[in-house]
C-alpha cells in the first residue's frame, strides 16, 4: 500500500471521502473504498497521491488496466512522482521501461525509512553488505585509503567499517533523514546531500569508491560508472553490490533493479577498470528468500593527463 506519510489534497470534501475510502478498504470493501475514491478525484482530478492510491484499491480487485491509468494520471499529476507510481504501472504492465527510480520517489523512501533502517536491514533481513565488500577489497590488496567516498551512504553502516582504514572519508546520499542518522556515527569528514544518478564529473580524487545496495535503485549504469571512474585516481579501488538478474538492467516487483553479470562486466570495461573481480553472494534476504546478488571490486584505470598553459586544463588521452 502507499506509503505512510500523509498527502493532503487541500479540498476537506475530497479529503473526508478519501479516509471514508481507507476505512473501506481496511475492512476489505474494496469496491466501496473505490466508489469514494473516485468521487474525491472528481473533486481534485490534480491530486497525484489519490490517483496513486486509487490503482492500489484497483490492483487488489484485479482491474490491472485501471490501476495503470490511475498512475498514469498520478505521475502526470506529480511529474516528480515521490510515490512511484510510474514503478508500479511498468510493472503492473510487464513490460518495464523505467531505467531509473525518480529521484523523489528515492528520497521520501528513505526519509520515511531512515529511523528504523538499520533495525529492519540487518536485524530482520540478515544485510551483510558492508562486510562482504570490505572482504572483497581486502582480497584485491587494499589496505588503506587516503581519500575514500561512501556513495549512498545511508545510515553509515559501510562507513563504519571504512573509518579506521581512511585518512578522510565522504559520504554521498539522496535522502536528508539518512544523512542526519550517519552524521550520528561520527564517521565522515564530509556529509552531502547528492543524487548520485545526476553528479557533475570531477577530478581525480579518491583512491576508494564503495556503493553498498545502492545500484540497485539507479537501474542503468553507464552514468554512474563513468563518474567513478572519473573520479578514482590512478590504481584506486572501486567496489560495490548489484542484485543479479537475467536482464542487463531488471525492474523487479520489489522496486529494485537487478543486472545482469555481463552487463556490469561490459561496462566496466568500456569505463576501463582493471582486474574486475565478481563474486557471488547472499547480501539479504526478501520475505523470507535470499536475494541472489553480486560483489564487483575492480581498479581504476591507468591516466595521461595532457596540462596546458598553467595547468588548470586536464584531459584523459
Known sequence: MMLGTSFPCGDPMAERRAGFAETLA?????GGAIEALRGAMELVPGWAAGWFRLGEYLEAVGEVGAAAEA???????????PLGAGLRRDLLRGVPVAESMPPAFVELLFDQYAPRFERSLVGKLNYRGPELLLAA???QGFERARHALDLGCGTGLMGE????QCGCLDGFDISSGMLAEAASKGAYDLLEKRDIAEMAAI???????VAADVFIYLGALERVI????GALAPGGHFAFTLELGDAPVQLRESRRFAHSRDYVTGLLAEAGFTG???TDCVLRQDRGQDVAALLVAARAPARVF????DGEAEALV
Open 71 to 81: 498512475w498514469d494520471k498520478a505521475v502526470v499529476a506529480d511529474p516528480r512522482d
Open 26 to 30: 481496511h475492512l476489505g470493501d474494496f
Open 306 to 309: 595532457d596540462r596546458e598553459g
Open 226 to 229: 563513468g563518474w567513478c571512474a
Open 276 to 278: 574486475v573481480a565478481l
Open 137 to 139: 577489497l581486502h582480497a
Open 203 to 209: 577530478l581525480p580524487r579518491y583512491d576508494l569508491i
Open 161 to 164: 567499517l571504512l573509518r579506521p
